[in-house]
């Protein structure tokens, strides 16, 4: 076999090396939210491949050429697909459309836990990265031994192994004698910038043209041969019991059986509509309030109330000696945010031969299927998840629980398929919510206007109750004998849950950071969206306006003083040039907002600038101009980071300014979008400018998070520019509607 | 009679002609008010300005004077009238197109009298009839308001008058034969209260503009048959006294909570122009909303829900049979949100037939509903229902309402209704 | 029995007149493209033209369309050879999860069939009926503001410009 020096010189290009450790740390799977996953089997590799470290794991080649690539991980809509085609085809030279990328699947992909914390790329595109240069380099490997020569004085190209002379064997024929059953190696270097043709271009969405021409894409949109309809009964809110007159419901028109198991009903027949009919029919049942869930107290100052356990995760004391000369103090809170997927969570399952296969929009297939398992009373190899798209989910809504509920009603209707989907009321009274949450804040400034002490303590409910067990979903719960949830727990750092982005990535010489964590769960709740990130950055950067104003500083110079890492000052540099910070004019009634993190202090790197209007007497609130700057580390498709970012921004000026779950005591009282009002157009900002900093060769930093935190606090720091009025209460505009 | 007795008649009547016209234009005339500088908005006092703000929502002062996607106070509100489109004014302090340049008389003069500040006289759809009598300091702290608003660069769409009507001494005419303020004193029968709410309804809320009919020239009818119901926009505003067709009594709490909120969960949401009226009820100062309330409660005090709120019937079969194409149009584009078990009725909100529309003695405000639908009247959350205009033709809006009153009506058949359908969708918002 | 003409296509039915267009379109004609969002006419997920005009398929009884035509996403082009407005929110690359979009674009239609040259409020406007919930807001306008260049017009007072 060849020397390491020659399968270095094979493609003639820079080794590029990753650094392992971190990621090893991180390897717990969708950044802590869920199971544990399968242990660390090969530490050298990177990405997941750690866990499968076999390249067949990841890609088999088909005797017609098609190059199959798997990957544990899913598409909610952030374009992964797109970008994991892209490095495949790169890494492999194969052309892109010959890829054909097999998403989770408990039958057929590795388990990569739960998509969820902004990990896609860092592990699995890592991973698939890496195992297609390995794959590339094998082929050339097994061409050259075929040939005779060497290695080195081949190369690929579209699908083929090429010795340039007129020699030509595709990957199909190589294939055909290779064993890709082999472990992948850890030097195997990835294309050279100059080569690559894919990674680092804004290659359009391979899942687009389906989407945008009515071709079946989601799992609302499956329709299997003699499949049924479903519609599950349920109060009308997470902590209420409906109990509907199933005896008057069998004798609805449509309505062909009923299916209950315990407190667990649900209705099925041939045709959607009756079954809409016999839902509303339903709803006229009796509720009442669930007696086992605790009362809720008035939010947000109710959480400093609850019971808590308080953890100290930071603590520094370089400069005990530092004297202060102001000492400020700030509270922070937002409400329950809903996820409030456009469409509601659909699921469709069939229990044939003993073997159940339930289609879901999941995150999580694998731990989802342990609990569907235990839920059925069948073993766990009986059960396959396979993940179809659902609408954005945008964290952990009702995507499992309707799965399990599909499950249930294919158990009792076995050889028939069953398609379930919950209604708009159902989506908006059961998924479960965004935690409330609040954060105290206080620092002490030195007669430069340096920082020189900061604390920080947050309240929260735990930010995931993603199911493990059958208990952690709503039919385990309902039927008879009952699972019981599995406890809550918080999600340690360095990705956190309530404290995710608590620690602040500036430099303060003395810092206090403390994480209560609330056991009790008045209200349904569990992983939305950068989780403690959005209102921890919120805080954070509130803050720091509200302390660069005291200390008579500019808030972007502020920040880049008690800053040390480069790559933080360079996306706050970028804004503050593209948004023409220092010449920018404030007017009456119009102000301009800065803010920047780093998701969980290890993702991707975002800052932004906001320039807003409130309209006086209306309230009204105009966003101009925003201007945002994000580094992602290798950017694998620019056009994919910039939407994430536009769409981050948008979205969390919706939870920001507008959005607040209510509850009356017994039920929840938004049930529609009538009652959870969110952004429309005319509130969408006039202009939204997103650059890219691309970093080729550096590691993956996950993005599909990194807006909603900043942009929460730009506003903030925006409004009280244009108004004057600090506004530390989450919904800033809502808050100060006449209550209906 | 000779030529020249013909020739004297004609120039003696040349010569009334002339003195009436004469006599006309000394009445119709307004000298103009000297123009001020624009009063530095930091001058005002806050605790003035707050009350004028609270006195500007009360008086609903924002609705005709902004127009859709404009500057609040911009102008540019189209008002249709049987006489032509007339469009609110700029009334925010830009010296150019608004009323920065008016003096505090200039602008008691155009509320008081419907005079502008060069002395043109103002149409009445800007309802100085009823601005007539508020008081001097409510007028200061209105004035206080608007001059400390954002000024706004603007001017609205020329008026459509059908001709002569643009000629604006003709306004001397209407008023010499219809502007009749009369002071509002108090009546010590009744609470502060009470009175409060008067002075605010006749005057700044100036209900019976919409609430009460009109005649040839639209001049309001007053005395008896005020607030017998009257016409907005294209939409009925029903009778608010004793003939109010409610079927559910409009009680104190019910009313308030129907101003606060847009809401009254016995009776229906908000709709119409009632949307705007609420919106701004909402953020008036809330004693004078609730005093409001006191008022017209008072005002329904005889009507016949008050005395006993009837049983609802829901002849839903007889509907079903006489409507078919009426019953099937409901069930699949009404039914879920309006039958029993829908998730708003779950929630609380009212029940079709508890509103007032059904049970008018005109279907208008029911097809206005079906075709424009429902917008939050005072947050972005709220009662929402979608418009049905581009959805469904005259004919199947005819009949889903025909069967709605089949179902729960109480008052007179109404008849015609394809027509009025589509007169509905000629008028109105 | 009821004919229904959707896509240029007559088909006649035998079901419940009640039932909304929606159902009868994802179920009984294989048309996907209009989605199940709420059900309540708010979300504007299943929108798609009758007769030009944009109206909520999911309160739409099939008894009410008549002769009418309906038009859905899958009439104004296909993967092969997409429309003007479906080219339009491709080149944008307006879309995260896709959900909202087809009736976003049975919207855009609607508009641009009344009008090449709205103005940016008009644009926020018409299209205000529809929510998005992944923020793709702005790309969605980027698109449609292009399709009315496409059809020889443009939004006037455009928030961002046609590039």
């Keep these: 076999m060849s020397g390491e020096a020659s399968r270095r010189d094979v493609l003639g290009g820079l080794l590029v090396a990753f650094s392992l450790a971190p990621f090893t740390a991180l390897a717990q799977t969708g950044g802590g939210e869920g199971s544990g996953g399968p242990p660390t089997i090969a530490p050298d590799l990177p990405g997941t491949l750690a866990k499968f470290p076999d390249l067949d794991a990841w890609i088999r080649i088909a005797p017609d050429g098609r190059v199959t690539v798997f990957t544990g991980k899913v598409e909610l809509g952030t374009g992964v697909k797109t970008a994991m085609a892209q490095l495949a085809a790169d890494e492999l030279d194969v052309a892109i459309n010959r890829i054909d990328l097999i998403t989770a699947d408990t039958g057929l992909t590795p388990n990569e836990g739960v998509t969820a914390g902004s990990q896609t790329l860092e592990q699995s595109g890592t991973a698939i990265a890496n195992a297609a240069a390995n794959v590339r380099l094998l082929l050339a490997e097994a061409a050259a031994t075929r040939w005779g020569v060497m290695a080195t004085t081949l190369f690929t190209r579209d699908g083929a192994v090429l010795d340039g002379q007129g020699k030509r064997a595709t990957y199909a024929e190589l294939a055909a004698s290779t064993s890709l059953a082999v472990r992948a190696r850890a030097d195997v270097p990835r294309k050279r910038r100059e080569t690559r043709r894919l990674i680092g271009r804004p290659v359009p969405r391979v899942d687009l043209p389906a989407k945008l021409t009515g071709l079946p894409s989601y799992v609302h949109d499956m329709r299997l041969p003699g499949m049924v309809h479903a519609r599950v009964l349920r109060g009308p809110s997470s902590g209420t019991q409906l109990t509907p007159d199933l005896s008057a419901l069998r004798r609805q028109p449509g309505v062909a059986r009923v299916v209950q198991v315990g407190r667990f009903a649900a209705i099925v027949g041939p045709r959607e509509w009756p079954l809409e009919q016999a839902l509303r029919v339903a709803n006229r049942g009796r509720w009442v309030r669930d007696p086992s869930v605790p009362a809720l107290l008035p939010m947000p100052a109710g959480l400093l109330d609850m019971r808590r356990e308080s953890q100290v995760i930071a603590n520094r004391r370089d400069d005990p000696e530092a004297r202060g000369v102001q000492q400020l103090s700030a509270r922070y809170d937002r409400p329950y945010l809903m996820h409030g997927a456009i469409g509601p969570s659909c699921a469709v399952a069939l229990f044939a031969k003993d073997q159940l296969t339930v289609w879901t929009h999941s995150q999580g297939v694998e731990p989802l299927r342990q609990a569907i398992a235990e839920l059925l009373a069948i073993p766990a190899d009986r059960v396959r998840c396979v993940h179809r798209e659902g609408a954005g989910c945008y964290g952990h809504n009702g995507a499992d629980d309707v799965a399990g509920d599909a499950a249930l009603i294919a158990r009792a209707m076995p050889g028939v398929p069953v398609r379930l989907q919950w209604s708009r009321e159902q989506e908006h009274g059961w998924e479960p919510l965004g935690p409330a949450m609040l954060a105290q804040v206080d620092a002490t400034l030195d007669a430069s206007g340096r920082i020189v002490d900061w604390r920080h303590q947050v309240w929260s409910n735990t930010h995931s109750t993603r199911p493990v067990a059958a208990g952690d979903l709503l039919a385990g719960v309902e039927v008879v004998p009952s699972f019981k949830p599995t406890p809550p727990k918080p999600i340690p750092q360095p990705n956190g849950g309530g404290d995710r982005n608590a620690i602040p990535l500036y430099r303060f010489s003395n810092q206090t950071i403390v994480s209560h964590f609330l056991p009790d769960m008045p209200v349904r709740v569990s992983a939305l969206r950068g989780l403690g990130a959005h209102l921890n950055i919120f805080a954070l950067e509130s803050f720091m306006d509200e302390l660069a104003a005291a200390a008579g500083r500019d808030p972007v110079a502020f920040r880049l003083a008690h800053l040390e890492d480069p790559r933080a000052a360079a996306v706050i540099r970028q804004v503050a040039s593209r948004f023409g910070w220092a010449r920018y004019r404030s007017a009456p009634n119009r102000g301009r907002g800065f803010a920047f993190a780093r998701y969980k202090n290890h993702g991707a790197y975002c800052a932004i600038a906001l320039d807003v209007e409130r309209i006086p007497d209306e309230g009204r609130l105009i966003v101009h101009r925003a201007v945002a700057a994000v580094d992602s580390g290798e950017a694998v498709n620019p056009d994919g980071i910039r939407n994430q970012v536009e769409g981050g921004i948008v979205q969390s000026l919706s939870w920001t300014a507008f959005e607040a779950a209510e509850h009356d005591g017994a039920r929840r009282t938004d049930y529609d979008w009538s009652t959870y009002p969110i952004l429309r157009f005319a509130d969408a900002p006039r202009n939204v400018t997103v650059e890219v900093i691309d970093r080729p060769g550096a590691p993956f930093l996950g993005t599909g998070e990194c807006a909603q935190g900043p942009t929460a606090a730009a506003l903030a720091n925006a409004l009280a520019s244009a108004t004057g009025e600090r506004l530390r209460s989450m919904p800033l505009i809502g808050r100060s509607l006449p209550q209906t | 009679m000779n030529r020249s007795g013909i020739t004297r008649k004609l120039i003696w009547a040349a010569v009334a002609l002339c003195v009436c016209v004469l006599i006309f234009a000394i009445i119709a005339y307004r000298p103009a008010i000297a123009t001020v500088t624009r009063p530095d908005p930091r001058l005002f006092d806050p605790a003035l300005v707050a009350r004028g703000a609270s006195l500007a929502r009360l008086g609903n002062c924002v609705s005709c004077h902004q127009s859709a996607g404009g500057r609040p106070y911009a102008g540019g509100y189209p008002v249709k009238t049987p006489f032509g489109t007339i469009y609110g004014s700029n009334i925010t302090p830009d010296p150019a197109t608004g009323i920065g340049k008016w003096s505090p008389a200039a602008f008691r003069r155009a509320m008081r009298q419907g005079v502008g500040r060069d002395g043109s006289h103002l149409y009445p759809a800007f309802p100085y009839t009823h601005y007539a009598n508020v008081t001097e300091r409510d007028l200061a702290a209105l004035y206080a308001f608007l001059m400390t608003r954002p000024a706004v660069r603007s001017v609205p769409p020329a008026n459509t008058m059908i001709p002569p009507l643009g000629f604006r001494p003709l306004l001397a005419g209407w008023k010499l034969l219809f502007f009749r303020p009369q002071r509002i004193t108090p009546d010590a029968s009744q609470s502060a209260a009470w009175n409060r709410g008067r002075y605010i309804g006749e005057t700044l809320a100036h209900c019976t503009a919409c609430h009460s009919p009109r005649g040839l020239f639209q001049q309001e009818k007053r005395g008896a048959q005020a607030y017998d119901g009257g016409w907005s926009g294209g939409w009925y505003a029903p009778p608010i006294n004793a003939h109010s067709p409610a079927v559910q009594a409009w009680t104190l709490e019910r009313l308030d909570a129907y101003f606060r909120t847009g809401l009254s969960t016995a009776h229906a949401a908000a709709a119409g122009p009632m949307g705007s009226v609420t919106h701004n009820l909402a953020r008036a100062a809330p004693t004078d909303v609730r005093a409001l309330a006191i008022y017209y409660a008072w005002q329904m005090r005889d009507a016949p829900a008050a005395r006993l709120e009837p049983p609802l019937p829901d002849r839903q079969a007889l509907a079903s049979q006489r409507y078919p194409d009426g019953a099937r149009l409901y069930e699949g584009a009404c039914a879920v949100c309006h039958e029993p078990g829908a998730a708003m009725i779950v929630a609380g909100r009212p029940a079709l037939p508890l509103g007032t529309p059904l049970h008018e003695d005109n279907p208008r405000d029911t097809i206005q509903i079906v075709l424009k639908g429902l917008h939050p009247p005072v947050s972005p959350r709220g009662p929402y229902m979608p418009a049905f205009a581009d959805a469904l033709d005259d004919r199947q809006v005819a009949e889903i309402v025909a069967y709605l009153q089949m179902r729960h009506g109480t008052g007179p058949v109404w008849q015609d209704l394809e027509k009025d359908v589509a007169k509905a969708r000629k008028e109105g918002e | ?163």
């Design chain 3, 1 to 163: 029995m009821i004919d229904l003409t959707v896509n240029g296509a007559t088909t006649r039915l035998d079901i419940d007149t009640a039932t909304p267009l929606l159902y009868v379109l994802r179920d009984d004609l294989g048309l996907h493209a209009a989605k199940f969002g709420c059900g309540l006419g708010q979300c504007g997920a299943c929108t798609v033209l009758v007769d030009d005009q944009p109206v909520f398929s999911c309160v739409l009884p099939i008894g009410a369309i008549g002769t009418r035509k309906v038009t859905t996403v899958e009439g104004l082009g296909t993967a092969a050879k997409p429309g003007d407005v479906q080219r339009a929110f491709l080149h944008e690359q307006a879309a995260q999860c896709g959900y909202c979009i087809p009736g976003m674009m049975a919207r855009a239609e609607g508009l641009l069939r009344k009008t090449v040259t709205p103005t940016e409020d008009e644009l926020r406007t018409a299209m205000a009926p529809s929510l998005c919930r992944c923020g793709t807001h702005m790309r969605i306008l980027r698109a449609v503001r292009r399709a009315a260049v496409m059809r020889g017009g443009g939004v006037v007072d455009a928030a961002e410009p046609v590039t």
